[in-house]
């Protein structure tokens, strides 16, 4: 059974900073491509920023584009979200999620396999 588990949210102030971390169990982390995405109240799930299997590769959305890196250490088993210039558009929940198997990033929700509780990330004013 995977499971990830999503930590390091809370309430910021605009144009501050935060970390994210999602640790895996239950499956070869380093097997599996990974990805980090948001929901805001009212909205769908987005794309933030998603990362290949090696950590060699990554795509962002052009929302976070210069502002958020994604990471992972495969020796910890964990992918971070790297956050900083924080705005309150930046506000949601944000889930990490995993490629089962897959080499490759996709920025498309549909193709990853498992998904964490998510994190609250408040940005205020």
């Known amino acids: 059974q995977v499971q990830l588990v999503e930590s390091g949210g809370g309430l910021v102030q605009a144009g501050g900073s935060l970390r994210l971390s999602c640790a895996a169990s239950g499956s070869t982390f380093s097997n599996d491509a990974m990805g980090w995405f948001r929901r805001a109240p009212g909205k769908e799930r987005d794309l933030v920023a998603v990362?290949?299997?090696?950590?060699?590769?990554?795509y962002y959305a052009d929302s976070v584009k210069g502002r958020f890196t994604i990471s992972r250490d495969n020796a910890k088993n964990t992918a971070y979200l790297q956050m900083n210039s924080l705005t309150p558009e930046d506000s949601a929940v944000y889930l990490c999620?995993?490629?089962?198997?897959?080499?490759?990033?996709?920025?498309?929700?549909?193709?990853?396999?498992?998904w964490g509780q998510g994190t609250q990330v408040t940005v205020s004013s």
């Open positions: 999620a995993a490629r089962r198997g897959a080499w490759a990033w996709s920025p498309s929700t549909t193709e990853y396999d498992y």
């Open positions: 990362i290949n299997r090696s950590g060699s590769s990554t």
